[in-house]
């Protein structure tokens, strides 16, 4: 007994001491792991504040750069649009303004390319009036923008035309110069397009006595050559007082041609206002063509002259009065045609439209009208002629101004396609020609030549022009009483 308790108390003591031990590591792990959740802890609130402060700083970087870069695109740089020279040409002016109004200027611009061109902030400058227009407005591919100028006194501002709206009114303080003016096309990056004139010429077409425009011929051109004067054959609108316009607003010019490419392989290039021709394939095999003699030749038949205010008899008939105003037209084609169903007119809601019942010309052939069988009165105030196909459709016409010389006739020189000319010797069925004498000085035409009816004797002794270079014009005058002339019908009695 004694040595079995002398073993418990002994084994109790040893177990005591191992209890203490495993406590004291037990309660030194747990001190190790107290400190390592405090370092824990300690380390998770300073990255916590690392990260905010993180946080706050890209915020207030990005807020930084947004406003930069709402700043940048607030105040950007504009970059005009530059377009290349002559993509717009100035194709037409009418400096002149119109029969109705010398005031009432337009200008046509046409776009030599295929595709649509804005024309906001392009501009025209009118440099002898320093005056810069500003443009507004689309225009097509190959076609027209047409400009025109408003008339302060004409109550309804609507340009120039009644039949014909403008792209875009204006209103410059001045009219253009008939002296000339020097017009500059600018694009919105100020780039020099196109111009009409140079600053120190005249206009190098147009004509302000018979208010006809001013027309473009090609665009490659860089001297007067390239402008002419419509003739009046060719002609589209009419202006307030309703007068035929001299001109060629928003069609094609009158005298445009294309001109053909040095290499005969290459198409031909187009001046305005032509749009361009389709090439033609080249046929594998040499063809023979098949000719139809039965085939209508094609008509080129035209207005050639005309005379608006005979002196001289004519038509034959023995008297000198309307009846002696004619009408010639001529073929210049190679082959006889047919004019039956065609016409001869004045301007619309005149004289009645004579029509051809039945009748043919020979190539180079010429036929002359008298108005004592159309019934055609062309007025000494201004008028049209037109040759009307039998379609309705108007194959030649032309307009011209007041008449201020009797007996010379308006005629093309050459005959069928030049140019019109006023003072021309009338050729009936004859070449054409101009009158070859002129009278020098000023010569008043003595009153009694503006009558309609008088004896062929006192017409020639008084008016033609011998006659004129002999009176003397004092006694001719209305208010004196000697001599004195009697208007008795068609006769006329000379008191002395």
Same mark, same amino acid.
């Given at each position: 007994m004694l040595f079995s308790g002398k073993f418990s108390m002994d084994m109790l003591t040893k177990l005591r001491r191992v209890f203490t031990v495993m406590m004291m590591f037990i309660i030194f792990i747990i001190i190790i792991c107290i400190n390592q959740a405090a370092r824990a802890g300690s380390s998770t609130t300073n990255k916590q504040e690392i990260i905010t402060e993180t946080e706050t700083a890209t915020s207030a970087d990005l807020t930084a750069t947004s406003a930069a870069l709402t700043l940048e695109y607030k105040s950007p740089t504009p970059t005009a649009t530059s377009y290349g020279s002559?993509?717009?040409?100035?194709?037409?002016?009418?400096?002149?303004?119109?029969?109705?109004?010398?005031?009432?200027?337009?200008?046509e611009?046409?776009?030599?390319?295929?595709?649509? &061109?804005?024309?906001?902030?392009? $501009?025209?400058?009118?440099? $002898?009036?320093?005056?810069?227009?500003?443009?507004?407005? $689309? &225009?097509?591919?190959?076609?027209?923008?047409?400009?025109?100028? $408003?008339?302060?006194?004409?109550?309804?501002?609507?340009?120039?035309?009644?039949? &014909?709206?403008?792209?875009?009114?204006?209103?410059?303080?001045?009219?253009? =110069?008939?002296?000339?003016?020097?017009?500059?096309?600018?694009? =919105?990056?100020?780039?020099?397009?196109?111009?009409?004139?140079?600053a120190t010429t005249t206009w190098p077409a147009g004509s302000a006595a018979y208010f006809c425009s001013m027309e473009r011929v090609g665009i490659n051109y860089a001297s007067t050559a390239q402008w002419v004067t419509n003739n009046g054959s060719h002609t589209n609108g009419h202006d307030k007082k309703n007068y035929v316009i001299c001109g060629s607003p928003k069609i094609a010019n009158y005298n445009v041609t294309p001109t053909a490419s040095k290499t005969a392989t290459k198409t031909i290039t187009p001046i305005p206002p032509y749009r361009t021709p389709t090439k033609t394939p080249t046929p594998k095999k040499s063809l023979t063509p098949t000719i139809n003699p039965n085939a209508t030749p094609i008509p080129f038949v035209y207005l050639n002259e005309f005379l608006p205010q005979p002196r001289f008899d004519w038509n034959g008939d023995g008297k000198i009065n309307e009846g002696d105003s004619f009408i010639e037209i001529v073929n210049i084609g190679s082959k006889t045609v047919s004019l039956t169903g065609w016409s001869l007119d004045d301007d619309i809601g005149d004289s009645t439209p004579y029509k051809f019942d039945a009748l043919t010309i020979e190539a180079g052939a010429h036929v002359t009208f008298f108005a004592s069988k159309t019934g055609i009165s062309l007025s000494t105030g201004g008028d049209t002629v037109r040759l009307i196909k039998s379609n309705g459709s108007i194959a030649d016409a032309f307009t011209y101004p007041i008449v201020?010389?009797?007996?010379?006739?308006?005629?093309?020189?050459?005959?069928g396609n030049g140019s019109w000319q006023f003072g021309c010797m009338p050729t009936i069925n004859g070449v054409n020609k101009l009158a070859q004498t002129t009278i020098f000085g000023k010569q008043d035409e003595p009153i009694i030549c503006l009558k309609s009816f008088m004896p062929l004797i006192l017409q020639q002794a008084e008016c033609d022009v011998n006659g004129q270079t002999a009176w003397g014009s004092i006694l001719w005058t209305p208010s004196l009483l000697y001599p004195k002339f009697i208007d008795a019908g068609i006769e006329y009695y000379i008191i002395e």
């Open positions: 002559k993509s717009i040409v100035i194709n037409e002016v009418g400096w002149m303004g119109t029969y109705a109004s010398s005031q009432n200027e337009w200008i611009l046409y776009n030599t390319g295929p595709n649509q &061109i804005n024309l906001a902030g392009w $501009k025209i400058r009118f440099d $002898k009036t320093n005056y810069e227009l500003t443009l507004s407005g $689309k &225009i097509d591919g190959y076609g027209y923008f047409l400009l025109g100028r $408003k008339d302060a006194a004409n109550s309804d501002l609507t340009g120039p035309f009644i039949d &014909i709206t403008p792209d875009l009114l204006y209103d410059t303080i001045t009219t253009m =110069p008939d002296t000339g003016d020097y017009l500059i096309l600018y694009d =919105p990056a100020r780039n020099q397009i196109d111009s009409a004139n140079s201020k010389v009797p007996n010379q006739s308006w005629c093309r020189i050459k005959d």
